[in-house]
């Protein structure tokens, strides 16, 4: 550690600090009468504590400045992430990766942990630290999901190295062979499982629609593989309630087959319906898990009408209506403001782009007849709903964006509350912003790196009237960052199809009120809201809600709600796949109140379909980052090209620290000390 002073006083300031302390000493202790009868080395001792005292308290009034130069070692850091999805134990290795493998990963990271920091990571659906052993229960594996939680919580830390241990096979997220060049560390992968072919015939995907309308025909295709059964015929059904709909034959044509079978239904009953597509078991199959997969649709009896209105053409018109049309739920009706004469009521909403909110008589009509609005890019600042913006003429901002984590209207996923951060800058009003009663913010603005209370998209209900306003020119660029990191469209597809969702949807009038999914996947938690409100429609949250779940075997469970400021919720957790069925009870002012209904656990059969490892995805992530693929037996292997990796090595950082003078605590005390002396001896020599 090297220290500096560093002095910002003209140098007489010390002059005249130390002719204080001086004079302060002289005044008591030189050819004082009252001293005569005290020894003269006391006299010369109290003389020195009196003037450093007093001298030390006038430098604490200078701008005296002691710099720190600190430096600081950290040692590399080996992460070791272990694949905890359920294909890694359904192999005829399974029992040796349970117990064998696990022991000498600990062995390993015993070993190298004498010259690293070892840190453990489990990664299946999502990626955390490694509390307990792997229980490999994951019923997704997300490798590139991995990567990302690696950049985001590691960036700052010197990482020397990750060891994967994985069987190499992926069913969700990007390919890890692209995302792992982003990394400037080797990965290690430590290759499990089996990679030789088996006989197998499977169902690999079901592509069909999540939402179907009463009385309208809905597809589905059935895509089946099939491995080394060349000439073989097998049959591919779909049933529903155990009674078959539909079925086709397939002849199996080479050794690595693959064909769609179309078929067709009739959505002719409302309400969530499950159905179970089926491929022959041939002999010889050493997996037949795969060869059955459910799904289902949920049918309803009415389709929402959007009306998207522009007052010029825009890239943003079209990214919006793409994303509602992405969504089975809505009829969207598009066209310019100018040209636009039809009457409103038959629209469920109506989104404006790019239009003056003065006098609007499209506006107008919407508040008139109670009918949901969204403006997106207004025209100007003024008279917009549920916020007030004072702005200069013609100043703007770009602005990026940031989840209010306080919005609680509906729920977004997380991928898309992490990525909003990740979205380009839009243009949004330069000026002050203060948003009206009945306003949530769901998207605030954040300049450069403050997060402001300015909002980018904001909703507003007042009397049961409900709008919304995206305060920006450039959603469009959203949709394309989108693409560019996932390929796909799915996150800004939510943003949009949520929003519209809620503001589509009519306000339920009932005193009790019951929010849960109709479907949800195995992996996913279950929160259950429920509001109470009295006769005013106001909301309580004295009454206790009681909760009844009935799982498939007809076994029931018992809850109650926990209680929020002003509402009640559930979290039910995890559950099995199947049809559940609940029922909700509240009693207000001696009025029961019951609400019933079905949710349905999709069962995820990612990890089911493909059994056979991927050592060639593991040897890819490795040749790109640096490293080196190795197999389960060569774990001493692994560790010595660990230990002679020169890139590996500790790194020094450096830190400067600047305190002022009157900071340091020991001058303090050394002062106190200097007076508690000098008291003392004043009053052991009462004279003085």
């Keep these: 550690m090297f220290s500096k002073i560093i002095v910002n006083s003209p140098w007489y300031f010390f002059l005249l600090s130390l002719c204080l302390g001086l004079a302060a000493a002289l005044l008591l202790y030189f050819r004082n009468k009252k001293n005569t009868d005290v020894p003269k080395n006391v006299i010369r001792l109290l003389f020195v504590f009196r003037f450093l005292s007093i001298s030390l308290i006038a430098l604490f009034l200078l701008s005296i400045f002691l710099k720190q130069l600190k430096n600081e070692t950290q040692n590399p850091v080996i992460l070791v992430a272990i694949d905890n999805s359920s294909s890694m134990v359904m192999q005829k290795d399974s029992l040796e990766i349970k117990k064998d493998i696990l022991e000498k990963l600990k062995s390993f990271q015993q070993n190298i942990s004498k010259n690293f920091e070892v840190k453990t990571l489990l990664f299946g659906t999502k990626t955390s630290s490694a509390k307990t052993d792997p229980s490999f229960t994951e019923k997704e594996t997300d490798i590139s999901n991995l990567i990302a939680e690696i950049e985001n919580n590691f960036s700052n830390q010197n990482i020397g190295a990750l060891v994967v241990v994985s069987d190499g096979i992926y069913n969700k997220g990007a390919n890890p062979i692209y995302t792992s060049e982003k990394l400037s560390f080797p990965v290690y992968p430590i290759a499990i499982g089996d990679t030789s072919e088996v006989k197998d015939v499977a169902i690999q995907k079901i592509n069909h629609n999540q939402v179907a309308y009463l009385g309208n025909n809905f597809p589905a295709e059935v895509i089946i593989s099939a491995k080394n059964f060349i000439g073989k015929d097998v049959v591919v059904s779909l049933s529903q309630n155990q009674i078959e709909k539909a079925k086709q034959t ?14 067709t239904f009739n959505a002719t009953n409302a309400g969530v319906l499950k159905y179970v597509a089926r491929v022959t078991v041939l002999d010889g199959e050493k997996n037949t898990l795969n060869n059955q997969q459910s799904f289902i649709i949920d049918v309803i009896d009415n389709k929402e009408k959007i009306l998207l209105l522009a007052t010029a ?18 009829d969207v009706e ?24 003065n006098n609007n008589p499209i506006v107008l009509d919407c508040k008139t007849n109670n009918i949901p609005f ?10 917009l709903q549920g916020i007030k913006i004072n702005s200069a003429l013609n100043k703007f901002n770009d602005a990026e964006a940031y989840i209010n984590s306080s919005f ?29 009663n009945g306003s949530n913010a769901l998207i ?9 209370d300015s909002p980018v998209l904001l909703f507003t209900e007042v009397n049961g009237a409900k709008s919304a306003v995206f305060i920006g020119d450039g959603l469009w660029k959203w949709k394309m960052r989108d ?25 339920d009038k009932s005193f009790f009120r019951i929010t849960a999914p109709k479907t949800i996947n195995e992996n996913e938690p279950i929160e259950i809201g429920a509001e109470v409100y009295n006769k005013s429609y106001e909301l309580i949250n004295e009454p206790d809600v009681t909760f009844i779940l009935t799982n498939p075997e007809g076994k029931k469970f018992n809850y109650t709600f926990s209680k929020t400021s ?22 207000v002012n001696n009025e029961l109140f019951v609400k019933q209904g079905i949710i349905v656990v999709k069962e995820i059969v990612s990890e089911k379909i493909n059994t056979v490892a991927n050592h060639q995805v593991l040897n890819a992530m490795a040749k790109r980052s640096g490293g080196k693929l190795f197999y389960k037996d060569q774990l001493d292997q692994l560790e010595k090209e660990i230990l002679k990796n020169e890139q590996i090595k500790p790194i020094t950082y450096s830190q400067n620290n600047t305190t002022l003078l009157i900071d340091l605590k020991w001058l303090f005390w050394l002062i106190l000390i200097f007076l508690t002396i000098e008291w003392y001896f004043r009053k052991r020599y009462t004279s003085i």
């Design 250 to 263: 397939l002849k199996i044509t080479s050794n690595n087959f693959l064909a769609t079978c179309n078929f």
């Design 313 to 330: 053409p825009h890239p943003d018109v079209a990214a919006i209506k793409d994303a509602i049309l992405n969504s089975t739920s809505f």
């Design 334 to 357: 598009y066209g310019l403001v100018s040209e636009f004469k039809k009457p409103i009521k038959p629209y469920s909403l109506i989104i404006l782009h790019g239009t003056q909110t």
């Design 408 to 436: 609680g209207l509906f729920t977004i996923s997380d991928e898309l509350k992490k990525f909003v951060k990740e979205f380009p800058a839009i243009k949004t009003f330069f000026g002050n912003y203060s948003l009206g």
């Design 483 to 507: 693409f560019a990191e996932h390929s796909n469209h799915n996150l800004f597809n939510e943003l949009v199809s949520k929003s519209v969702q809620y503001l589509a949807v009519k306000s």
């Design 566 to 587: 002003n509402s009640h919720k559930l979290n039910l957790g995890l559950l099995p796949f199947g049809e559940y069925k609940y029922e909700a009870k509240v009693k």
């Design 444 to 452: 605030n603005q954040r300049i450069g790196v403050v997060e402001t």
């Design 374 to 383: 969204w403006i997106i890019n207004p025209g100007s600042s003024e008279n």
